[in-house]
Each structure stands twice: as C-alpha cells, then as structure tokens.
C-alpha cells in the first residue's frame, strides 16, 4: 500500500506543480505587456482552457499506461513520463506499438510468464488453461480513465477550434492601429530582432504581411521639453509601400510617414500628456528595415 503511495506521489506533485506555471506564466505575461487589452476575454479563457484540457487529457491518459504496464509487469513511471510528455496522441501510438504482451506469474517458481503459455519457460511448470482469462481482463481495466481521457480531448479539440475559429474571423480582436488598446495582428512578420531597452526600442525586420503593426509602449515624462526620435531605415521599399509611425495617446491619434527619411526623426510631444504613449509602426509593403525609436 505505501509502495503505491510513493508510486503515485510524482502524479499528486507534478500536476499541481504545472498547473501553477501555466497560471504563473500567464501571470507574467499580463505584468510584463498590457495583458489581453485589446482582447476579448473569451479569447484567453478559450487558450487557457485548451492547455488546461490538453494537461488532463496527457495525464488521463499517462494513468491509464501506468496502469496497463504495471499489470504487463513493464516499467509504468518510463511509459507514463513518455506518454505524458509526447502529447497523448503520439505517445499512445510509441506505447501500442511497443506494448508488451500480458503476463501473470507462475504459481510454482514465481517466474513471469506469457498468459498464452501453456508451461513455465523457467521450471516446467504446467499453466492451467483458466489463467487465460487474465488476458481478458487486462483490455478492460481502469476504463474510467481512458473514457474521461477521450472527453477530455474532446473538449481540448473543442476549445482549440473555437480559438482559431474566433481569431481567423478577428472576432474580439482589436486590429486598429489608431486605438488606445493594444493592437493584435492576424498577419505574420519576418523579424531578425526586436527589443527594448534602456528605453531605446530597435526594430529589424525583412518582410512583414499588408499593414502589420509592431508597438511599443513608451512613457513621456515631459511632454513640453522632450521629443521622440527615430531613426528608420527602409532597405527595400516597392511602388506602394509605406512605413507609417503612429503616436496613440487616449483620444489624441498622430501619424507620420517616416518611409524616406533623409535623417533621424524629432518629433515633438507638446500636444501630448506625461505618461504612457503607445508607439506604432504599420508595415505596409516595406522589407528589410531598420528602426531605433526613443523618447528623450
């Protein structure tokens, strides 16, 4: 009994252990950026649930395969930990191809042994033919788990499809650059680096889908003296193609055209307030540009 204890307390640590770094991660992600504004709440609590589901559904279905090898007299920690960190559907498919056969153990010397034999390969012993019927058995155990296994993955796929469904529409996705809220995008970007740092926002980028934003929020700590600056390169730039910078501030909305700049960009903030600003650069055709933004 406290041999299965101690079998089990890896499952009774490490779920809860995971289930706060999901929550920990999202945590940090909300601190650290503007957290879903922009997003309808639907949209995370549908991404949390997926991972939530996805969790149970690979544990759900590591307990069925602990069981199953323990009964097999297999190693049942190895296959769970594959199972569990395969994802379910590849993993069962390594545990169903590798799976070995049932075994019980001879009455006589203790000897593990096919349930299909007729005699102990170790002593001689004859099996009688009613042991057969453990072989039965084995495909039936523990089916709560595998059912509750299979609802589990149902509701996953379930919350998956609703996401993409949600964000392929754009439904509860704010998509305008001149908005107060964070700015989404359901296009794709080609970035060799992005970051800010010591307040210096550096963007370099070769290519990026029809009217792509990258922002990055900024604080003014005085509007009446300080200018923003930005210094933007645009390598390659098609017939068409434009680079606008937008400056988003509550209700007050500017945009610039900084395509061909002949130098650095000073750009006062006077008409804005002190505090968080919201800097924006839409790419529209644009590649292989290099930008260095920053507020002093």
């Known amino acids: ?32 950026s503007d957290g879903f504004s922009g997003l309808s709440l639907l949209l995370p609590v549908l991404l949390l649930c997926f991972i939530l589901f996805a969790l149970c559904t690979s544990s759900l279905f590591a307990a069925w395969v602990y069981q199953d090898c323990k009964r097999r007299g297999d190693d049942p920690v190895l296959w769970a930990v594959v199972v569990f960190a395969a994802t ?13 056969e049932t075994k019980t153990v001879c009455p006589a010397c203790g000897q593990r042994i096919s349930v299909k034999a007729n005699y102990c390969e170790k002593c001689g012993t004859p099996i009688e033919k009613e042991d057969h019927k453990v072989m039965e058995k084995q495909g039936t155990h523990h089916l709560e788990l595998m059912i509750a296994g299979i609802v589990s993955m149902v509701l ?12 392929a529409t754009g439904n509860g996705i704010n998509t305008d650059v001149a908005s107060n809220s964070r700015v989404w995008n359901l296009g794709t970007i080609n970035m060799n680096y992005s970051s800010y740092k010591d307040d210096v926002w550096k963007l370099d980028f070769k290519s990026a889908s029809e009217g ?9 700590a005085d509007a009446e003296t300080q200018l923003l600056y930005a210094d933007i390169s645009c390598g390659t730039v098609p017939d068409g193609a434009m680079l606008i910078l937008w400056l988003v501030q509550g209700d007050l909305v500017k945009s610039i055209d900084v395509t061909n700049l002949s130098g650095p960009l000073k750009y006062p903030l006077n008409e804005f307030e002190n505090g968080k600003i919201h800097v924006r650069l839409q790419i529209n055709g644009v590649e292989n540009t290099v930008s260095e933004i920053y507020i002093q």
């Not at 009994?1 to 079998?7: C, G, H, P, T």
């Not at 498919?93 to 799976?99: A, H, M, P, V, W």
């Open 1 to 32: 009994m406290n041999k299965a204890k101690k079998n089990r307390l890896p499952f009774y640590i490490g779920i809860p252990v995971i289930l706060f770094l999901i929550f920990l991660r999202f945590g940090i992600y909300f601190v650290k």
């Open 88 to 100: 379910p559907f590849i993993g069962l498919l390594i545990y169903f191809l590798r799976r070995p």
């Open 156 to 167: 996953m796929l379930v919350c998956l499809a609703s996401f993409i469904a949600s964000a």
């Open 212 to 220: 792509f934003v990258k922002e990055q929020s900024m604080t003014v």
